[in-house]
Nanobody, 112 residues
Framework: QVQLVESGGGVVQSGGSLRLSCAAS???????MGWYRQAPGNQRELVAR?????RTTYADSVKGRFTISRDKNTVYLEMNSLKVEDTAVYYC?????????WGRGTQVTVSS
């Protein structure tokens, strides 16, 4: 079974930065890896995604502020200029052999 483990969440003031990490327990490179987030009462939304070839996709709300990067089956999300609206549980996601795998999530709280 593929397991994804996130780390790096925490509390930060507006304008600050955090770096999230996610490691997958799988040797075969995942087709895509990415980050989703969900705030209480809201739907889960895509934050950023990166393919095994390095192609990236970002939500409009984070373009220019967040950067996704990848080292095989470890994915990172560098978050800069954080806003209160970024507060959510962030989930790591990976796609392998047609199946989606999810981490348990890590809380990111941005205070004003």
């Amino acid at each position: 079974q593929v397991q994804l483990v996130e780390s790096g969440g925490g509390v930060v003031q507006s304008g600050g930065s955090l770096r999230l990490s996610c490691a997958a327990s799988e040797r075969v490179a995942m087709l895509y890896m990415g980050w989703y987030r969900q705030a209480p009462g809201n739907q889960r939304e895509l934050v950023a995604r990166i393919s095994n070839g390095g192609r990236t996709t970002y939500a409009d709300s984070v373009k220019g502020r967040f950067t996704i990067s990848r080292d095989k089956n470890t994915v990172y999300l560098e978050m800069n200029s954080l806003k209160v609206e970024d507060t959510a549980v962030y989930y790591c996601n990976g796609l392998l052999f047609g199946n989606d795998y999810w981490g348990r999530g890590t809380q990111v709280t941005v205070s004003s």
